[in-house]
């Protein structure tokens, strides 16, 4: 199973928008809605952002959003802030009790 | 509150074996899979594979067979992950997660280091 393709870096100005895309094929993003994100700081463990594709678990502020068209999901994050500044990584669930992560996406705030 | 807590971090030499641990509490631990997750230095997040903590029964990832055995011991719900026949390329943070179409709870991470 190849990896789902994200840019490896994007980059927004505090209180800009910026999406993140995650592309895969109809065997992974495009044949199940359980694309997750996840947002991880330098040296810490990944934190589940969104999940079910654009679901939030509790305490995720409604500043980051999800969604999917096709093969490609994206992750908005909304009203930029310098702590959003981490990289972020996507997932599928691919059938079988298999999963399949992006390659990870490198945000920066200017 | 659900917590993973994970094993300190390991130095081996090449060709020894290593056991990862991962103790969850603040749930039922039979109630949701355990995952693994490998992440080399500079590298990008690596599904490694599941185990079904009801069963036991294991699923391992493209490239994880073979040197690679998730185990449980439910009786103080913790999930293991043994690696063997150490190659320097192991070197990576290993993460156990809860759950498995998304992944809700991780534990802090363990450092396996092999070196000479």
């Known amino acids: 199973q190849s990896a789902l393709t994200q840019p490896p870096s994007a980059s927004g100005s505090p209180g800009q928008s910026v999406t993140i895309s995650c592309t895969g094929t109809s065997s992974d993003v495009g044949g199940y809605n359980y694309v997750s994100w996840y947002q991880q700081d330098p040296g810490k463990a990944p934190k589940l952002l969104i999940y079910e594709v654009s679901k939030r678990p509790s305490g995720v502020p409604d500043r980051f959003s999800g969604s999917k068209s096709g093969n490609t999901a994206s992750l908005t994050v909304s009203g930029l802030q310098a702590e959003d500044e981490a990289d972020y990584y996507c997932s599928s669930y691919v059938g079988g009790n298999n999963v399949v992560f992006g390659g990870g996406t490198k945000l920066t705030v200017l | 509150q659900v917590q993973l807590v994970q094993s300190g971090s390991e130095l081996e030499k090449p060709g020894a074996s290593v056991k990862v641990s991962c103790k969850a509490s603040?749930?039922?631990?039979?109630?949701?899979?355990m995952n693994w997750v490998r992440q080399a230095p500079g590298q990008g997040l690596q599904w490694m594979g599941w185990?079904?903590?009801?069963?036991?029964?294991?699923t391992y990832a493209q490239g994880f067979t073979g040197r690679f055995v998730f185990s449980l011991d439910t009786s103080v719900n913790t999930a293991y992950l043994q690696i063997s026949s150490l190659k320097a390329e192991d070197t990576a943070v290993y993460y156990c997660?809860?759950?498995?179409?998304?992944?809700?709870?991780w534990g802090q991470g363990t450092l396996v280091t092999v070196s000479s």
């Open positions: 603040g749930y039922t631990f039979t109630r949701y899979s």
């Open positions: 185990i079904n903590t009801n069963t036991g029964n294991p």
């Open positions: 997660a809860r759950e498995l179409k998304w992944l809700d709870y």
